[in-house]
Structures are given as C-alpha cells and as structure tokens.
C-alpha cells in the first residue's frame, strides 16, 4: 500500500502475499485476524503519531485543530490512550458528506475508505474488491459505503488535484455523477498520472464529460480551488485517526489496512452484522505483547536507510533506485516474485536505473532447510564473486521442490554448485563449516529490527513494500521515485 512518511499501518502492505505462519487453521480465518489485528496496531501507532503532532503544534505556538483528538465511539467519553495500546479496541467516530456515499444510511455496516486515486493498491482494491462489495452488500443495504479524498502529494503530486476534480464534478452533477467520475479516474490513471498542466486539467475535464458535466462549469471550478480545502480537510481527519497509507477502511470504525482481497472484508462485515467486530479486535496480545507489536510496526513503517554494507547486489551502485529484498529462498512467494517479477525488473537493474540488493530472512520456524539455502549462496559468493552467488540464488529458487523438506537439502545444494563449476571440495568445506550461519543470522536480526515479519520483503529507496507484488506495483514506486529525483 502507499503510505506517507509519518508512520504506517500496514503496508506494509499487503500481508496477505506473506508467507503464512499457521497452516493448521483455515488460511482466511488467520489472514483475516492477522490483518484486524495488523489494522488495530495501525490505528493506535497512528492515534499516537496524531497526538505527539498536536504537542508539536502546541510547542511551536501553533493551534490544534479538534479532529486531531484521539477518535472515539459517538457519545462514548474518550480516554486517555496516549501512552498505551489499549487491550479495547477503539472505533472511530468518522463524519461524512452525502455527495461521497453510497447505499442505506441506515445500513447495519458502514465502511469508509480513505483513497488516494493515483495509489495503485487503491486501483488494486476498485478493480478486484469493488465491484463485489457493491454487488453484495452496498446495492442490498447491507454497506453503507463513503469515499474519503487521502492523496499522498509526496508519491503522487497531481493527485490532490484530481481529488478536487471528483469534487466538482459531484458538486456540478450529484451523487451519480460523483461516482461516475471515480470510476473513471480509477479506470483511466495511467491517462492522467503524473501530466503536467495544462494537460492534466484537460484530460480530467474530457473524462468528466462522459458523466455529462459541463465542461466550462468543470474547469471553473478547478480554477477556482473550491475544494482543495475540501480535500485537504478529509486528508487531516484521515491523520487524525491514524490514516497514514492508502487504501485504508473502517468498518463500523475498526480498521482494515491496505487492498485485501474480498474475503477479508466479507469476514469483517459478518462479524460486523454479528455484534462479534469489536470482539475480534480485542483479542489480540496481551498490553505488553501489544507495545511490542506496535513498537516493531512504527519502525517497520518508517522510511529506512537499510545498510548495504557487502551485500550481494545487482546493478550501478549509483542508480537512482534501490531496492532491497529480505527474502527467504524455501518461502513460495519468494520463488513466485523470483519467478514473475525479478524477470521484468531485470531490464531497469541492467539499464542503470535500479540497484538490487539481496538480503537473508530465512523463517526457520517453517523453512527448516532455508538456513543452509542462504549459506550456500553465501558460500559460493566466496568461492565465485558476485556472478555466482546469483547464479546459486537462481539455482536455488529453480529447484525449490528438490530440496524443500528434503533431508537431502544439503546434499541438493552441494549437486547445484557443481553445475556453476565451484570446486567441489571447497564449496563443500564452506557448507559444512557453517562459516556464513552468523552472517545468514546478522540480516535476519536486522530485518528484524526493520520491523520484517514476512518474506519477501522489500524497502525501496526506503519505503517498505511487502509481500509478491506483481511488477506494475514496483515499476509505479520506481517511476514515482524517478520524477522526484528529477
């Protein structure tokens, strides 16, 4: 998911692409606890980041508004929370405008999303968990559903403009026509993403007039900036209750965290409509278990300066992209972005355009032979430099089943360097030494500290990215992150 520089829920993306930690109970049953929980810690690091703002503010002379208050349930007093994460989940109290709303007021759900329309894990959940919501529950009075304008100018700068753009239109021609205009800004964001003006206003207004909004009526509203406070207003409030990446949900003000697939929220609206929804969220950690937890997601969110030091890389060590990749080589979703992904970044790492790191994160816990796995790559790094240890990575990962499970795994991976022409008998002695297990152990306990729970996960020029993400995602992050070097 996007997230602003703050701090982050999480992003931290998408925990659904992780590697899975418990494969006893139903898979969706503990992704989707997984990610109430992730929500709720979010939601009180962002309670928290919120408040430490206001005492900023108040330092330096400034007023703070009264939405920057920790959010509480409608006519329920507020307590202090702000020194620790409650072990009660707290919803928010979350206003809205009828103009961005969808469905029953008086539906027993309602789920407010904070969007970014140039956010392509916002395009993620319009494209795949949308049209389902609305076909199930939003057009049967079960969801009430209201859209609420979170641009993050740091990654996308002409976004806010097309978040007033959706306001005049809606203002111009009604509800239908507000959500008119969302759809096609959502369907058509690689038309408008990143023009300049005039061309931007053009295109917003060409595609505004398919939901018959006059056009000289659309560009004197944008001219006039009626509604950048609008937005602007919306962006606070989203801060305030601990917003600090897109997509971010409230359902009956508890918080879901980045684009979940449609179960998550399937789950979430049935406990919900079951009275259980407040329940699912206080059953997380104990209060010290839940400092942690918090503690471990506010430094994962923020931006990182992971070290290089003489770690195995690819690409000119001056490119303006890093990315770093925490990886565990016995992880399926590791083999699947090695397999669908590191194929298409191939040609920016060998254009100069990005710099690719590799870093060990094996998850002994479930990947018993992953330790030896990283060892081995290490191993035939020394014998082979660099041009080795990549070729041992790809091994690897391409006879994943030969040795996942195996007892033979060490067996396998002395087999694999004999087919990149290491001597034998060295790589052997490197193996079995164990001479790289400190080392292998040294990037698992930074990832650590980083606040990395699952693999793959990588941290771009900083920013933290998490899980299998298809190679649109990373080459969006990239050329955002190029247009702002620039």
Known sequence: MDQVRVSS??????????????????????IILAILFAGFAGFMIGRLTAEAEVSAMVANGEKAIATTAAPTVVGVAAEDTSDVVSDVATPASIGSETLTTMGDPNAPVTIVEYSDYQCPFCLRNFQQTWPQLKAEYIDTGRVYYVFKDFPIPSLHPVAERVHAAAQCAGAIGGQDTYWQVHDSFFINQQQWADKPQPELDNILVNLTDGADVDNDEMRNCLDSGRYTESVQADMDEGRSLGVNGTPTFFVNGYPIVGAQPYQVFQ?????????RLAEAFSQQPGPDDGKAQATATALAAQPVDVPMGDAPAM????????????????????????????????????SGQVRYVFKDFPIHSIHPQAQKAHESARCARELGGEEAFWEMHDLIFINQDQWAGSGRHVEVFKTLAGEIDLVQEEFDECLDSGRYADAVNSDLAEGQRFGVTGTPSFFINGQRLVGAQPFSVFQQIIESLSVADS
């Open 315 to 350: 690409g000119d060590p001056n490119a303006p992209v890093t990315i770093v990749e925490y990886s565990d080589f016995q992880c399926p979703f590791c083999l699947r972005h090695f397999e669908n992904t590191i194929p298409e970044l191939q040609s920016q790492i060998d």
């Open 9 to 30: 829920p999480s992003d931290e993306e998408p925990p659904i692409a992780n590697e899975p930690t418990n494969t006893r109970m139903s898979p969706w049953f503990g």
């Open 267 to 275: 789950r979430a609206i049935s406990l919900a409509e079951e009275g």
